[in-house]
């Protein structure tokens, strides 16, 4: 009698031990079953990656790794340690980071944290807390891709830019106070943390060595971003094709109804976005709606979080030392949220934001 009153227990066990397993043999077994929309969507994936992520990215990894091999991160650290301190509560080179990441986009704004931690520039919960508020979507892809491309409208996309911006900034004051007992109160001198950023600077003798390792550790990253973009458009194309994507969708419909949006459409978009990101956001621009703020807003969000796809993204990256993803997903939870909300704030203020019909 005993045992019997043990084994749901048991099995529950069984199936939390062996849940990954059992996801890879159904991804596998849905590969075979839906191989021909899997192939059109791994196709869609890798000319994505190359016409849209190659272009935008490589050339910022490399800028990145270059720049590593120089003083210039010591010295934005110390320039800027007096204002990212009491504001963000992270030294001076967190600046760096999230200029860095600003500007090129996910997920640059990770691997600079993620070597600032290697390298000793900052301890484990600054790290954390830059990691919550610098990786960042880039205006390359909110303004040209997003605004122009998608809207057909570059006023969104400077719209979606600016609260985007905002938002990251917010959610970096906000965590600010996150594992704030644990920060040790000391002077970063920039230059003795790690000798090899004294030792490995670049010029005329080994510029030759530094250039090919920047170039092969960026084009690495690059790789393995590449088979992130593919794996989630096959796993988007499996959930779409099997109806799952659809069921997923109908739970968000309360929601969206509490907010008047009664679209199912939006829905399924959503939930797309909330996996994938550009995906996502190409199909809420293309839903026809008068009340076009509902499709700003929601995009907003997703510029926000990133997707799932970004979230393993930035894992992957951040797995080799002992940042936690925790902070991220909540701090691109929290960023999300202000995104959206600042972007209804805006239409509602500012005439010149209202392109409602």
Known sequence: MKAICHKPKFIFLSVKRNLIPLAFCLFTIF???????????????????????????????????????????????????????????VPGCGAYAFIMGIISGYPIGA?????????????NEEAERMLAFTNNSGPLFIIGTVGVTLFGNSLIGIL?????????????????FWKYKKTRKVKVHYTKLNP?????????????????????????????????????????????????????????????????????????????????????????????CKTISINIILCAFLLGFGGISILFQVFSITSKSKVSIKPYIIGKFLQAIFASTYTLLFINCFPIFNLNL
């Open 111 to 123: 691997k600079i944290v993620t070597n600032f931690k290697e390298e000793g520039l900052c301890t």
């Open 160 to 176: 979606l830019f600016i609260t985007h911006l905002l938002a990251c900034i917010s959610v970096g004051i906000c965590f600010r």
């Open 31 to 89: 590969l075979v079953i839906f191989s021909k929309s899997n192939l059109s969507a791994a196709k869609t994936g890798l000319v994505l990656w190359a016409n849209n992520v190659v272009p935008s990215l490589l050339p910022f990894f490399i800028a990145t790794e270059l720049l590593s091999h120089t003083n210039i991160v010591s010295k934005i650290g110390k320039l800027l340690n007096p204002i990212m301190r009491p504001i963000f509560n």
């Open 196 to 288: 090899s950023t004294t030792t490995n600077n670049v010029h005329l003798s080994n510029l030759g060595e530094v250039l090919s390792k920047s170039i092969m550790s960026a084009i690495n990253s690059v790789i393995m971003i590449g088979g992130f973009v593919v794996l989630f458009s096959v796993i988007l194309s499996i959930l779409n094709t099997s109806n799952i994507l659809q069921i997923i969708a109908q739970m968000f419909t309360p929601i969206f109804k509490i907010f008047g949006i009664t679209n199912f459409k939006f829905s399924t978009a959503f939930v797309s976005g909330i996996i994938e990101l550009t995906n996502g956001a190409s199909l809420i621009c293309s839903i026809p």
